[in-house]
C-alpha cells in the first residue's frame, strides 16, 4: 500500500496510493548507508494548502545533475486558495547517520537543515479539494554540495502573508556503487468536491475545456512516468451522458484511454479507504449499484448505416446503452494500489 502524498482532497472519503496528496508516496533509497525516504508531506501552517515534493532519479544526483523536484500542492479547503511561491531550499552539510535523516523527514529535528534558498517557482490558485503538480527544476550551479552523501532539500509555499511548514525530502549527492529502491510515482485525477452522486454537465465541460481542471491534471501527467489513480466517477458521470455528453469531456475521455502512463482505479469519489474500516466494517466500499440512473433515451444501437468502422472512434450517439459495469469500465494497468487519505493508516 503506497502512503497519501498526491492525492485530491476535499470530497466525501470512502477509498482512498501515487497526496494527497493527501498517495503521500515514500519510497525507500539505500543510498551511501543512508535510507533516503521521499517524499514527506509538510504539514499546513494557516494555509490551506498541504505540500510534497519528490525528487526525480530516486533521488540520486550527480555532478552537473539538475535537481528535478515535483511540488505537489492540494488545497484542502472549501474556499479557493490563492497562487503564490514555491522556494526550494537546501542543506549544504550531509546526513551523518540514518538517525538524523529519519529525524529530518519525520519532523522532530527541530533546526531546519534546509537553509539555503536555490530557486523560486509561481504557484496557482487552486479550487476547493484542487489537486496540481509544479515542475521545478533547480540547476546544478545553485546547489554547490560537497562531499559525497544525503542532502536535505524543502519546499514551502508562500501565499501571500501565510506559509506552509516545509514540505521536506533528499537527494543523494555523487553516490556510486550501492543500488536505489526504485521510486513510485503516482497521481490522481479528481475534481472538486461534490454532494451529488455524478458530476454534472456543466461542471465536465468547464473541466475538459482548455485550461479547465482535468484536462491540467491530464497534461501534466499524460506520458511521463507517474502513475494515475482515475476517479471512476468521472468515467461514470461522462458516459452516462449518452448524446447529451459536453464535446470537451468526451473528448478527454477518449485521450485518457490513450495514456501510456499506468493506471489505478480510486474509490468512488475518491472517497477515503479507512474510515469505514474504522467505524468497523469489515470491508471497504464499493462502486455503487448506478443502473438507476441509465436513461435509455440517452442511447441508441448502432445502425446498419452509422455502424463505425474499426478504426474510428466511437461518438456518443453510436454507445450502446451501458451498464452498471461498462460505465465504470477501464483497462487498468495497476488494478491492486490502494490510496489511503494521509494520516488514516493504523493498525
Do not use: C
Amino acid at each position: 500500500m503506497l502512503a497519501d502524498g498526491f492525492r485530491g482532497v476535499g470530497r466525501m472519503k470512502q477509498f482512498a496510493a501515487f497526496t494527497a496528496s493527501a498517495l503521500a508516496v515514500a519510497t525507500m533509497v539505500a543510498l551511501a548507508g543512508l535510507a533516503v525516504a521521499q517524499p514527506a508531506v509538510g504539514a499546513v501552517a494557516s494555509s490551506s494548502l498541504v505540500v510534497s515534493a519528490t525528487p526525480s532519479a530516486s533521488g540520486d544526483l550527480q555532478t552537473g545533475g539538475t535537481l528535478q523536484l515535483l511540488v505537489t500542492l492540494t488545497n484542502q479547503s472549501d474556499l479557493e486558495s490563492a497562487g503564490g511561491t514555491a522556494t526550494v531550499s537546501v542543506g549544504h552539510t550531509a546526513f551523518a547517520s540514518r538517525g538524523t535523516l529519519s529525524s529530518w523527514f519525520d519532523g522532530t529535528t527541530k533546526t531546519d537543515l534546509a537553509t539555503i534558498k536555490v530557486g523560486t517557482a509561481a504557484t496557482p490558485g487552486l479550487a476547493p479539494g484542487a489537486t496540481q503538480q509544479i515542475p521545478v527544476n533547480i540547476p546544478a550551479s545553485s546547489l554547490a554540495f560537497g562531499v559525497a552523501g544525503v542532502y536535505p532539500v524543502s519546499v514551502t509555499v508562500s501565499t501571500g502573508t501565510e506559509a506552509t511548514n516545509p514540505a521536506r525530502t533528499a537527494v543523494a549527492w555523487n553516490v556510486t556503487g550501492t543500488k536505489p529502491v526504485p521510486l513510485v510515482m503516482a497521481a490522481p485525477l479528481t475534481v472538486a468536491a461534490s454532494n451529488s452522486a455524478f458530476i454534472s454537465a456543466k461542471v465536465l465541460a468547464d473541466d475538459t475545456a482548455p485550461g479547465g481542471l482535468l484536462t491540467r491534471e491530464l497534461d501534466d501527467l499524460a506520458g511521463t512516468s507517474v502513475a494515475i489513480g482515475i476517479d471512476p466517477q468521472i468515467l461514470a458521470s461522462i458516459r452516462i451522458l449518452g448524446k447529451s455528453v459536453p464535446p470537451s469531456a468526451w473528448a478527454w475521455l477518449q485521450r485518457l484511454t490513450q495514456v501510456k502512463n499506468e493506471t489505478f482505479p480510486l474509490a468512488w469519489a475518491d472517497a477515503d479507504l479507512t474510515a469505514p474500516l474504522q467505524a468497523g466494517e469489515t470491508t471497504v466500499l464499493g462502486t455503487p449499484p448506478l443502473d438507476y440512473a441509465i436513461n435509455p433515451s440517452q442511447f441508441q444501437s448502432p445502425t446498419t448505416s452509422s455502424t463505425p468502422s474499426p478504426t474510428s472512434t466511437p461518438t456518443p450517439d453510436q454507445a450502446q446503452l451501458p451498464t452498471s459495469e461498462s460505465l465504470v469500465a477501464f483497462n487498468y494497468t495497476l488494478p491492486e494500489l490502494a490510496w489511503p487519505a494521509a494520516n488514516s493508516v493504523v493498525s
